[in-house]
């Protein structure tokens, strides 16, 4: 045996003795762990013989980019525990330079490393599934350092790919608790597909459809004058208002409160005043397209018609004349 087999042995009696003291405590064994493993790492790639530096060729790159084998690794550690590190001679005497004395140092670092590893593949349980889908709802798909953080004995790549697991059994029907979490973050975030997209981890173009489908019902002329009514009545108290309306979502209400002009009874209809032409003028100098803003600003005119206004007039000019004369604005 090799000094090196020793002070292996010698690590791994040292993590047990840790399993024993402390086995609830996984956050002492994983910063055990990373100290270790860098200690492991720099012992190893010291080399034993004073071996030039190796370049490597185009072959010896291809070569080692092959999965190893199980024959391979077996190999492998028979000749380290006759020959030590000595790379460059396994590579050439045991491997016919087909696996690069680079390939097998790594090769060997990382098989020291899993054993060191503490409960690397521990198991998840429901409970840990739905702090996962919890840390995805507040951090977003993707913060996968920040939401390891919510585990004692979980890291980031865990984390991944447990979400990667659980977000495939997502990709077919929908369920009724995530058309109800649709509407929910529409409500509160508005049609930021990219974001809705990214906590429900669907592609956005499915929560798009799923949306559509859901909101499929077209609005009846009576539904349009109770809102109209109920707007007037109680301005923009959707809690109210949605008891009204007891088959549409707070969030169906309010997008067809904001899109249709008829609804609002405090929108004009048709011809633009010379004052509401200016104040649209000066809101978009200062907000751009942001259409809600300009809407608020001059408080006659919905976000639609004011978009309709800026194609209209502003980005195609030549197709109308300055004031606009349609039953929509």
Known sequence: MFRFTSKFNDIKTS???????????????????????????????????NES????TEESIQTKRKAWTKEEFVTLQDAIEKHGKKWTFISKNYFNS???PN???????????????????????????KILE??????????????????????????AHRWYLLSKKKRGKWTKEEDQMLLDLLDKHGKRWKLLSEI??????????????????????????????????????????T??????TMFEIKDHYT???????????????????????????????????????????????????YYDHIRNPHNHVHRIRSDEC
């Open 15 to 49: 993590i047990n003795k840790i399993h024993l003291i402390s086995r609830t405590s996984n956050n002492l064994i994983l910063n055990i762990y990373k100290f270790q493993s860098t200690l492991v790492t720099n012992e190893i790639t010291k080399s034993n013989e």
């Open 53 to 56: 530096q190796i370049e490597e």
């Open 98 to 100: 087909e696996r690069n």
């Open 103 to 129: 390939s097998l140092n790594i090769k060997w670092v990382n098989s020291i490393l899993s054993q060191l590893r503490p409960s690397y593949y521990n198991k998840w349980t429901l409970e840990d599934d």
């Open 134 to 159: 919890e840390g995805v709802k507040e951090y977003g798909s993707g913060k996968w350092m920040e939401i390891s953080k919510l585990f004692n004995d979980k890291d980031r790549n865990q984390v």
């Open 200 to 241: 429900l981890d669907r592609p956005s173009t499915s929560i798009r459809t799923r949306y559509e489908r859901i909101n499929s019902n077209p609005w009846t002329t009576e539904e349009n004058i109770k809102l109209k009514n109920a707007i007037m009545d109680y301005e923009e108290d959707w809690e109210k208002i």
């Open 243 to 248: 008891k009204i309306f007891p088959y549409r």
């Open 259 to 309: 899109q249709s002009s008829r609804t609002n009874p405090y929108v004009n209809i048709g011809h633009w005043e010379e004052a509401e032409i200016s104040d649209f003028m000066k809101a978009y100098k200062e907000h751009g397209n942001q259409w809600k803003k300009i809407s608020k600003i001059i408080k006659t005119r919905s976000a639609k018609q004011c978009a309709k206004y």
